[in-house]
C-alpha cells in the first residue's frame, strides 16, 4: 500500500537513453515487487519490466530485455527504468504499479498489478525518428 509517483519521461530522438523513475511513499515499500508498464496511444496497456521485492531477481517483456534494465532503491523509496537504445515504438506512457510477488506465475501470464491499486497519471515518453 503505498503511492506512487513517476517522472523522467521526455522528448527524445531514436537512439537515445533515458532513465523514468517512481518515487514511493510508504513504510511497507520493500515488500512489494514492482513493475513498470506502458499504453502507448490507442493500444492497450503493456508490461515493461518487473522486479522482486528485494531486488534480487528482474523479468522483462521479450521485446525489450536486452534495452531496458529495471532498478529499485528500497532505502530511497525509489524504482528505475533505464531504457537505452529507444525506438519510435517505445513512445508511451510509462506507470509503475506493484505487481504480484516473484513466482513461476511470472513465467507463465508475466507479472500482474496487484488489485485495487490505482493507476496514476504516469510519465510520457515520446522518441521521435
Known amino acids: 500500500q503505498v503511492q506512487l509517483v513517476e517522472s523522467g519521461g521526455g522528448l527524445v530522438q531514436a537512439g537515445d537513453s533515458l532513465k523514468l523513475s517512481c518515487a514511493a511513499s510508504?513504510?511497507?515499500?520493500?515488500?512489494?515487487?514492482m513493475g513498470w508498464f506502458r499504453q502507448a496511444p490507442g493500444k492497450e496497456r503493456e508490461f515493461v519490466a518487473a522486479i522482486t521485492s528485494s531486488g534480487d531477481n528482474t523479468y522483462y517483456a521479450d521485446s525489450l530485455k536486452g534495452r531496458f534494465t529495471i532498478s529499485r532503491d528500497n532505502e530511497k523509496n525509489m524504482v528505475y527504468l533505464q531504457m537505452d537504445s529507444l525506438k519510435p515504438e517505445d513512445t508511451a506512457v510509462y506507470y509503475c504499479?506493484?505487481?504480484?510477488?516473484?513466482?513461476?506465475?511470472?513465467?507463465?501470464?508475466?507479472?500482474?498489478?496487484?488489485?485495487?491499486?490505482?493507476w496514476g497519471q504516469g510519465t510520457q515518453v515520446i522518441v521521435s525518428s
Open positions: 510508504g513504510r511497507t515499500f520493500s515488500n512489494y515487487a
Open positions: 504499479a506493484g505487481v504480484t510477488s516473484f513466482g513461476p506465475y511470472w513465467y507463465d501470464a508475466g507479472p500482474q498489478p496487484l488489485p485495487g491499486g490505482s
